[in-house]
């Protein structure tokens, strides 16, 4: 009985073997595969801009005749569509870092007023804040042109960043809110027993355990802010006087 016990798992041993195997060969060969189709564009980028006039490159692997002088035109300003890039770029930069901080430290002490300070009736924070997204982000250029050129900000770099922020920070303070009810409360009592004022337990406990959700919201708000031109096509235009 013993004997053909041990005989029916040596059996059963090299199925589960060869089934691991096969499992983790079909994962090695999707993410060559997934590797391959995310880089073949940015390889496609990279034969464009060593190409002398730009076309795009279909089956060829390398161009013949590979050259700087894209990277040089960029570096210099040498082309009428490159006039002002490093301008634009630094630009971008500043409007996408501001609004990522401005937008963390919002919705983080939203979140924490809402779900650490036990204020009356905050929930209504957090809710009244997502109705701005049932309004499309189009609908509201009109009145934010025309909120800021009420307060002078018209072709200010202040005004993009406002409008981002009040894009994002709905976002924020839901992410903040739920991800905050993971952390024990007993935490926030047990710090304040030993002398620390509200401020305090938000810098040193609420902020460091919220690093994953502060992570991911910082990367929401910079893609938002990088990737927006509607806003910062029309609140950064002169207007004549």
């Known amino acids: 009985m013993s004997l053909s016990l041990a005989m029916g798992r040596r059996a059963r041993l090299p199925r589960h ?19 391959f ?3 073949i564009p940015v390889y496609n980028i990279l034969l464009i801009a060593l190409s002398e006039d730009g076309d795009e490159f279909t089956g060829t692997v390398w161009p013949s005749d590979p050259n700087l002088e894209s990277f040089s035109a960029i570096w210099t ?3 009428r569509y490159l006039e002002g890039f490093w301008h ?4 971008s930069f500043y409007i996408g870092i501001a609004t990522m901080v401005a937008t963390v430290l919002i919705g983080s002490l939203a979140s924490f007023a809402m779900g650490r300070m036990r204020l009356r009736k905050a ?3 957090g809710d009244v804040s997502l109705v701005t997204y049932a309004v499309p982000a189009s609908f509201l250029v009109i009145p934010f042109t025309r909120l800021m050129h009420v307060y002078g900000l018209t072709d200010h770099l202040v005004s993009v960043i406002a409008a981002e922020v009040a894009f994002a920070t709905p976002y924020a303070i839901l992410i903040f809110h739920q991800y905050g009810k ?5 935490l926030d009592e047990a710090a304040r027993v030993d002398g ?3 401020w305090q ?14 992570a991911a919201v910082a990367t929401y708000a910079l893609l938002l802010a990088w990737n927006e031109y509607l806003y910062q096509f029309l609140l950064c235009r002169p207007r004549a006087a």
């Open 17 to 35: 073997k060869l089934r691991r195997m096969l499992t983790s060969a079909a994962a090695a060969v999707l993410g060559i595969v997934l590797l």
């Open 37 to 39: 189709w995310t880089l």
């Open 77 to 79: 300003e040498g082309n």
């Open 88 to 91: 634009q770029l630094g630009n």
């Open 123 to 125: 929930w209504l924070l």
């Open 182 to 186: 993971l952390i024990p409360v007993e």
């Open 196 to 198: 620390a004022t509200p």
């Open 201 to 214: 337990v938000y810098l040193r406990i609420y902020m460091p355990l919220m690093a994953p959700a502060l």
